[in-house]
């Protein structure tokens, strides 16, 4: 192994043996083998997260893997042994203890479905041991109510919750505590733990039937096990950036005014009859086109110009909703949906305002998101050649 020989010695048993029946994914790999983390990042399984913290702490690791599963799963095993696990649990532990050296004095023996346990929560365990422990749990509390139910209702319906639950059971709290993994153990304890044939949900329960004190210190709600499919969904988010799943893009445009009489001038899918038409290949509205441009980039995709290129005869004289339409199409293709987009229009004249609710209103349905219009004149800072729109957009995953 890696690691500089610690005083006193220390392995890690990691069990990834197990079926994972309540997770329910016959047709998958267990639990164990399923993705963990950023989707985008270095591929990572349940299991390589358990490994990882592992090692850092540990002179050794022996992994239980059930022997069908040795060849399904590609394993980087350069840092640590790999065994073949048995029926219970216990069994598998019985297999790890069986090629871990009489020279190590200490033993963590930790669940594989429990990715996320802390470096801390590792060192609280080995810090016990080495203070004297025989064996050490790491826990934490239960937060929620607890109640006895007759043992023969499988769900509790909440129509008839009276019939699941036994009335007046609420278990008193204060005196539960719920035990997680790394166990860890004097070597000798639990190879005297295990060396009848008994199973048991952990290890301490075995070392306790011995006679042996266990010590108790904190865990850490990460270090939760996955069971159901949700305990990984609650990991996935306990690994997801903040930001993960939100996109803001900008958009500018800007046209200026038209000679051609012939000209309309159209701002947020709204015609304002008798004026001044802006000039452009499209109909010019600098509105929808910002829209268009912010939603497009806050998705990552070709701007306006790239996608609907004025060299192209179809986009002559084209309706920017329809653009506005299509590229909010595109973006959903990748996976976004727009959230909501503000745009600001620059001109002096005319008055936007009468119209804004109407624009607001005209845009929105065309990006199924709300579209907010603000209008500002150039307070003389700028000549009044044209009409310019900036806007952003958010969208969401
Ligand atoms: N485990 C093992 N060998 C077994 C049974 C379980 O190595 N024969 C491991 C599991 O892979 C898991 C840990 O022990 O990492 C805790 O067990 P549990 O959460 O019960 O996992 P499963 O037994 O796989 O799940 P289930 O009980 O839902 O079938
Ligand atoms: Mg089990």
């Known amino acids: ?30 639990k164990q083998f399923q993705q963990l983390g950023d989707p985008n990042g270095a ?13 850092g702490v540990s002179d050794g690791v022996v992994v239980t893997i059930a022997p069908d599963m040795r060849d399904v799963v590609g394993f980087d095993a350069t840092n640590i042994q790999i065994i073949d696990g048995g029926v219970l649990r216990s069994d598998s532990v019985r297999n790890a203890l069986a090629v871990i050296g009489d020279d190590v004095e200490l ?10 346990a802390t470096p801390d929560t590792y060192e609280r365990v080995i810090n016990a041991l080495k203070d004297g422990a025989d064996a050490v749990v790491p826990i934490v509390d239960i937060p929620d109510t607890l109640r006895h139910r007759h043992p023969q209702e499988a769900t509790i319906d909440k129509a008839t919750a009276h019939d699941g639950i036994i009335q007046d059971s609420t278990v008193d709290r204060s005196t ?20 009848s044939s008994d199973d048991a949900t952990d290890d301490a329960t075995l070392v ?53 009489p012939s000209r309309k001038l159209i701002l947020g899918g709204v015609t304002f009859e008798s004026e001044r038409g802006l000039a452009g290949h499209s109909d010019a509205d600098v509105i929808a086109h910002a829209v268009t441009d912010a939603l497009l980039a806050a998705a990552n995709l070709p701007d306006i110009g790239q996608m ?8 002559k004289d084209a309706n920017s909703l329809e653009l506005l339409s299509q590229a909010t199409q595109a973006v959903e293709s990748v996976g976004w949906s727009p959230v909501n987009a ?14 804004r609710e109407k624009m607001s209103q005209i845009l929105s349905e065309a990006v199924g998101a709300p579209v907010t219009v603000t209008g500002k004149s150039t307070e003389g800072t700028g000549a009044a050649v044209g009409v310019t729109a900036h806007a952003v957009a958010l969208v969401t995953q």
């Open 208 to 260: 306790e039937r011995l006679g042996y004190k266990i010590t108790m210190v904190d865990g850490d709600r990460l270090g939760t096990k996955v069971t159901h499919q949700s305990d990984l969904r609650f990991l996935n988010a306990q690994l997801a950036p903040a930001h993960a799943g939100i996109r803001i893009g900008h958009g500018y445009d800007s046209h200026a005014f038209s000679d051609d």
């Open 176 to 195: 539960l505590v719920a035990v997680q993994t790394p166990q860890g153990f004097r070597a000798n304890i639990i190879r005297e733990a295990h060396a």
């Open 107 to 116: 033993i963590l023996i930790h669940d594989a479905a429990r990715p996320l």
């Open 308 to 315: 609907f290129p004025d060299t192209d005869p179809v986009f």
């Open 1 to 30: 192994m890696t690691q500089n020989v610690r005083t006193p010695k220390i392995w890690t048993v990691i069990l990834a043996a197990g079926a994972g029946h309540r997770f329910g994914t016959p047709e998958e790999l267990p």
């Open 342 to 355: 503000s745009v600001t229009v620059v001109l002096d004249a005319p008055r936007i305002a009468p119209m």
């Open 43 to 55: 591929k990572q399984s349940v299991l390589d997260w358990a490994v990882t913290t592992a090692t």
